[in-house]
T-cell receptor, first 113, second 111 residues
Framework: EAGVTQSPTHLIKTRGQQATLRCSPISGHTSVYWYQQALGLGLQFLLWYDEGEERNRGNFPPRFSGRQFPNYSSELNVNALELEDSALYLC????????????FGPGTRLTVL | RKEVEQDPGPFNVPEGATVAFNCTYSNSASQSFFWYRQDCRKEPKLLMSVYSSGNEDGRFTAQLNRASQYISLLIRDSKLSDSATYLCVVSPYSSASKIIFGSGTRLSIRP
């Protein structure tokens, strides 16, 4: 069974640009979570999508947004990129109603120059 | 105070040693607890859930102390392959709207 996949693996952008990160959950999982992990820091919760709706968001500015598609895949968009947005962005998925056990994708490493 | 706090380490122990580290949480309403393992430049992976009665999986033992609001992870007979960062995870509600990850404890096992 395929795990959570993310694309691209690496992304290099400059300040002010926009970045789009993609995630495909494990088959059967309807919840998708996005996390930011800056170098040397822990995972910071960004967004949670379930059944196409945003269920919760962490303490991030509105320029971090996303969506979930009917096939449960998800996009994370970061507008007006800032240098401090450089981080590993991890996507995780879980079964419906069992959000405690999350399975992570390999992440997208975003570098903002 | 952070919602979930861990000693960042690093813990540097010899192969075969027993090592333990704790994680404290601030929300007394927390219901679910986990340990995840994250290898360098890799994604976190679930190591084990932490049950009220404590649970063991091979060389790994997890304990929950609700009164003092901490969870612990004990690794016996440590192997070189145990070197990783261990993330404590706390879920405030059973159908979590937000899971909180600790910053992780880095463990390094030396030969």
């Amino acid at each position: 069974e395929a795990g959570v996949t993310q694309s691209p693996t690496h992304l290099i952008k400059t300040r002010g640009q926009q970045a789009t990160l993609r995630c495909s959950p494990i088959s059967g999982h309807t919840s998708v979570y996005w996390y930011q992990q800056a170098l040397g820091l822990g995972l910071q919760f960004l967004l949670w999508y379930d059944e196409g709706e945003e269920r919760n968001r962490g303490n991030f500015p509105p320029r971090f947004s996303g969506r979930q598609f009917p096939n449960y895949s998800s996009e994370l968009n970061v507008n007006a990129l800032e240098l401090e947005d450089s981080a590993l962005y991890l996507c995780a998925s879980s079964f419906p109603g069992v959000s405690d056990t999350q399975y992570f994708g390999p992440g997208t490493r975003l570098t903002v120059l | 105070r952070k919602e979930v706090e861990q000693d960042p380490g690093p813990f540097n122990v010899p192969e075969g040693a027993t090592v333990a580290f704790n994680c404290t949480y601030s929300n007394s309403a927390s219901q679910s607890f986990f340990w995840y393992r994250q290898d360098c430049r890799k994604e976190p992976k679930l190591l084990m859930s932490v049950y009220s009665s404590g649970n063991e999986d091979g060389r790994f033992t997890a304990q929950l102390n609700r009164a003092s609001q901490y969870i612990s992870l004990l690794i016996r007979d440590s192997k070189l392959s145990d070197s990783a960062t261990y993330l404590c995870v706390v879920s405030p509600y059973s159908s979590a709207s937000k899971i909180i990850f600790g910053s992780g404890t880095r463990l390094s096992i030396r030969p």
